[in-house]
């Protein structure tokens, strides 16, 4: 497998704000690759330092072996972003944006191919309407077409489904499963773990503008139990003390975190044996969601050097 | 030149040209205004250089108004495109900083022709005019347009909003260019004045405009030619800089 995109050591610095404090990654072509964090955690200054709108101060970035800054041409060939913010010219039509960003990109006559961005996108019936007159979902997938007009191998969506209904989220999401299928790397972020869950096959979690996590989605749901189990006694009862120990309290709940399912079957016998009584019982799967909350806790002050 | 400049280009003629009735049309109508009103009041007292006053007025006003409008083409289109967000557009590709600096200036330049050819064509039944030396006519309002086209590049870039670009526009380029000598010869100035005039840049596009039209001017128009194309050499070389080293724009 060849590197689709290369991020070596990459530092950023707004006044006093450190954005990026020496980020690398390696993201293989075709991969499908989510970049998770909370905001500020520097995944928008990462994806601006790429597509070159953000110049870092420090360390290199490259697209398909391309450098984005001593050979940006080549490398924005490669690259397409969709953007976070919902932007549009309002002077023209979908077409007219289409084809203009196709120039923009060296591409003349690229009818037939925006033709087929439209329908994959559900716009066809709107090419020749004006993007002042489009609602917000549809200006959303005006911005992917856009990030594909030039066919790149390597796709990058900021958000992308932020503020989308949930309809048109799975559309987009199945289109751009299939561009990954199709072969195109694909690098993802979002605030929608379970969407990353989902479609992501690696994940990297920045905090601070530190990379704090970096696996495989797989490997990283393996790393914390498997369920959680939930439940309440009934009129405000102590655990028996063998489980108190094991068990975190909020709210009146009492939390358990279990490897695997034959645990339940000894927890509820020492419930029995200290005669309590259940109120209310959960069990839920654990998800990214424990993930990245685990992993943001963790790395709490260790890199708070920026500030 | 590659396609990608071309098509900048070209997007930003059709912005402009998409909503001619307000870039076009109504520099025109104001022109036409001007030259009504100041020739019904001068035109039977006033010659300058021996040429009756509405004469003298119309290349005045046909270069002033193609200088205000290639200034707002470039300014008006980045800080539209800044304020909406919309400029990712042009700096996603691969077009470099000297296409792009390219393609805004030529966009103005053109926007301040048709500008400038509108008001010939509908001024020029109003006052008998001459084209003594077409070239130099359309020598100094390309330079012109492109001296201006620039500087509104360079307000565009500089202005976070519109309010800030409106005073850039208002207080400086609308003085500079309305006291350049569009309705009267420098000659006819107190002393002080006249030498203001002559640091005024926009005075020699004007004088050297007029000296195609008439073959007579303030000035000698080998100067001013000389001072408008070291103008513009100057300020495309202060806005290059400033778009290599990316300032507003890729932080």
Redesign the interface.
């Known amino acids: 497998m060849s590197v689709a995109v290369a991020i070596d050591r990459v530092e950023k610095r707004?006044a006093s704000l450190r954005a990026l404090a020496g980020v690398s990654l390696q993201i293989a072509e075709g991969e499908f690759f989510g970049l998770l964090g909370p905001n500020g955690a520097g995944k928008t200054t990462l994806i601006s330092c790429l597509?070159?709108?953000?110049?870092p101060d420090a360390g290199a970035l490259s697209v398909m072996g391309h450098d984005v800054v001593t050979d940006?041409?080549?490398a924005?060939?490669r690259?397409g972003?969709v953007?976070q913010?919902l932007?549009?010219?309002?002077?023209?039509s979908v077409r007219?944006t289409l084809r203009?960003?196709?120039?923009?990109?060296?591409?003349?006559k690229n009818d037939d191919w925006i033709d087929e961005i439209l329908a994959n996108l559900d716009l066809t019936s709107k090419a020749e309407v004006n993007m002042r007159r489009l609602s917000g979902g549809m200006k959303r997938r005006v911005l992917v077409a856009?990030a594909l007009v030039?066919k790149p191998p390597v796709i990058v969506l900021d958000e992308p489904t932020a503020g989308v209904d949930v309809e048109l989220r799975q559309g987009l999401w199945q289109f751009v499963r299939r561009l990954n299928q199709d072969g195109h790397t694909v690098i993802l972020t979002t605030h929608y773990l379970e969407e990353a869950e989902a479609l992501c096959g690696r994940i990297a979690m920045l905090k601070q503008g530190h990379v704090v996590a970096l696996d495989t989605t797989r490997n990283l749901l393996a790393g914390v139990a498997g369920q959680t189990l939930q439940l309440r006694l009934a009129g405000s009862q102590p655990l028996p003390p063998a489980l108190g120990a094991r068990a975190t309290e909020s709210d009146g709940n009492w939390i358990f975190h279990l490897a695997g399912l034959d645990e339940i079957e000894p927890l509820l016998a020492a419930l029995r044996e200290g005669n309590c009584v259940i109120d209310d019982l959960r069990l839920t799967q654990s998800d990214l969601e424990d993930v990245f909350l685990g992993v943001m806790q963790n790395s709490g002050s260790a890199h708070e050097d920026g500030r | 030149m590659?396609?990608?400049f071309?098509?900048?280009l070209?997007?930003e003629v059709?912005?402009f040209w998409?909503?001619s009735f307000q870039t076009v049309g109504a520099p025109v109508l104001t022109a036409l205004l001007y030259l009504m009103i100041f020739s019904h009041v001068l035109e039977s007292h006033v010659q300058v250089h021996g040429v009756p006053y509405g004469a003298f007025l119309i290349p005045g006003l046909v270069i002033m108004s193609a200088l205000q409008n290639a200034f707002a083409n470039s300014s008006s289109s980045l800080i539209q495109?800044k304020v909406?967000?919309?400029l990712?557009?042009?700096?996603?590709?691969?077009?470099?900083y000297v296409e792009f600096f390219l393609a805004y200036v030529v966009a103005a330049m053109l926007r301040g022709l048709m500008v400038g050819v509108g008001i010939l064509a509908v001024t020029l039944w109003f006052a008998p005019l001459t084209f003594v030396a077409p070239l130099w006519i359309l020598l100094f309002i390309t330079l012109g347009g492109g001296i201006m086209g620039t500087l509104g590049m360079i307000a565009g870039i500089w202005a976070d909003k519109f309010d800030q670009l409106a005073g850039f526009q208002n207080f400086l380029i609308m003085p500079l260019t309305m006291l350049s000598g569009v309705f009267y010869s420098i000659h006819s100035l107190p002393e002080f004045w006249q030498l203001v005039s002559r640091f005024n840049p926009v005075f020699y596009m004007i004088d050297g405009f007029r000296f195609g039209f008439f073959g007579v001017s303030d000035v000698a128009p080998e100067i001013s030619l000389t001072v408008v194309m070291a103008s513009f050499l100057a300020v495309s070389a202060a806005t290059l800089v400033l778009l290599r080293s990316?300032y507003k724009l890729?932080?």
């Open positions: 707004f597509a070159g709108l953000v110049r940006y041409r080549e924005r060939r690259l972003v953007p913010e932007v549009f010219d309002p002077f023209f007219e203009i960003q196709s120039g923009y990109f060296g591409i003349r856009q030039h | 590659s396609r990608g071309v098509t900048l070209y997007k059709l912005r998409k909503v495109s909406t967000g919309s990712v557009f042009v700096l996603l590709p691969p077009i470099s990316g890729r932080s």
